[in-house]
């Protein structure tokens, strides 16, 4: 458990350091603001969206998993995403919730935010991730490999592709025909943001949902929204959920 007091008094430090984001983030706790607007996007129930956020903390072989990421992030000096942030907590929950068969991901680093996938994925019991990522040593430990967080009892569900998302995801898009979740999380420049919400839109189906990781960083996830007339999108924890209305493809 000492591994778990000190993500608590980190999140304490924080707290005393921004008093009134940490104000605002107890009062969402209190109302569950989250659990409301994920069950309003994904058709659940508050409750069982809460009971969704605890999951991966409360599965052991998880929590292992983050503990020993943890220690080799502390270890190799490397930035990575927050280990147990709510930001991936809320796209986890979105997916238990769906249920998706087909989700597909553009960013994948050291495979932070991809095991929280495919946990969801493993607990609903069926459905694969297809993730895209570059192999870029300046964001992985020394000698580590993109995804290598990854255990090896997630990976059935999982297919990593290794390259420029221009390149890779047209194509995979093709082949893939429908995809019931796609999630951008890779380079966060507007142009390249738009690009990746337009390409996937027409892949998504009806009641699909499209996730933009870090959406507040500029306005090309509000733009997306507004110029397909999408009435079903917001944003939560800094990532923004769209959930397609429309049957057409433009």
Known sequence: MKWLLQNVRRR???????????????????????EKFLAKITGALPGQIRGYL??????????????TAESKFRSSSV?????????????????????????????????????YLLLALHKNGSGRLHSIGLDDPAFLPPGAKPGWLVP???????????????????????????????????????EHVSWELETAYSAVPSRGLLICDDA??????????????????????????????????S
């Open 12 to 34: 304490a430090a924080f707290a005393l350091r921004n008093p009134r984001y940490a104000t605002h983030a107890i009062l969402r706790e209190l109302i569950q603001a989250d």
């Open 152 to 190: 090896d009892w997630l990976r059935d569900s999982w297919q990593l592709h290794i390259g420029d998302a221009r390149q890779i995801l047209p194509s995979l898009l093709s082949r893939l025909v429908t995809v019931d979740v796609f999630i951008h999380d890779s380079l966060h420049t507007y």
């Open 216 to 249: 507040l960083w500029n306005n090309a996830f509000n733009d997306f929204a507004r110029k397909f007339a999408e009435p079903s999108a917001g944003v939560l924890r800094g990532v923004g959920f769209l959930r397609k209305t429309r049957f057409s493809d």
């Open 79 to 115: 930035e990575s995403a927050d280990l147990f942030a709510k930001k991936i907590l809320v796209q986890y929950a979105a997916v238990r919730a769906l249920a998706p068969q087909c989700v597909v991901e553009t960013g994948v680093a050291n495979g932070v935010s991809s095991s």
């Open 54 to 67: 605890s999951e991966p903390i409360s599965t052991p072989a998880f929590a292992a998993l983050l503990r």
